[in-house]
């Protein structure tokens, strides 16, 4: 007999919850919370490894490569892994573990995934433009009034309402 999923946590206890979280990171290490940090020290450390000698005289990755730590060991990697942990463990104690692909009626699976990886590779590019994601650049950003994590936001949300209309047969 199949178990049923449990209800998800009321989303304004989760809010204030996360809020905790994110002003726990300030107090224990000084910074927010951000995730695309660890796919540029997996990338980091993918370039130190595979091609050295580019990543020594590369200005972007020269310091990197002269502090001699490894950026895998960054905080932020560890970040990441807790959150896929996470995912898993409330997952399955919720009774959620399953593969699905969300979409809408009229699209197929193959287009849904075409294009979750185009709007994945977009948000990390524009990651990368903004000093941060979501996470990084706009909740922890806006945590200490940075005027860059607010335009970040604004930005992030002004840009899904503006294009919404346009794709809006991939959901509706």
Same mark, same amino acid.
């Given at each position: 007999m199949e178990k049923k999923p449990k209800s998800y946590m009321n989303s304004y206890l989760a809010g204030f919850l996360l809020g905790l979280v994110l002003l726990a990171a300030y107090v224990i290490t000084g910074r927010g919370l951000g995730a695309s940090g660890t796919m540029k020290s997996v990338v980091i450390a993918?370039? %130190?490894?595979?091609?050295p000698e580019y990543a020594a005289q590369s200005p972007f990755y020269a310091d990197f490569f002269t502090s001699g730590e490894n950026p895998l060991l960054s905080w932020l990697v560890f970040l990441s892994l807790g959150v896929i942990i996470g995912g898993l463990v409330s997952g399955a104690a919720g009774h959620r573990l399953g593969f699905k692909m969300e979409r809408g009626p009229r699209i197929k699976? +193959?287009?849904?995934?075409? =294009? +979750?990886?185009? &709007? #994945? +590779? $977009? =948000?990390? $590019? &524009? /990651?990368?433009f903004g000093r941060g994601c979501t996470s990084g650049a706009a909740l922890s &950003? %806006? +945590?200490? $009034? @940075? @005027? #860059? #994590?607010?335009?970040? %936001? $604004? /930005?992030? =949300? &002004?840009?899904?309402y503006m294009v919404a209309w346009f794709f809006r047969k991939l959901w509706i």
């Open positions: 993918t370039v %130190m490894t595979t091609a699976p +193959a287009t849904r995934a075409v =294009f +979750a990886i185009l &709007g #994945g +590779a $977009l =948000f990390g $590019l &524009g /990651a990368q &950003g %806006m +945590a200490v $009034l @940075s @005027s #860059g #994590g607010i335009l970040t %936001m $604004l /930005a992030i =949300f &002004g840009t899904g």
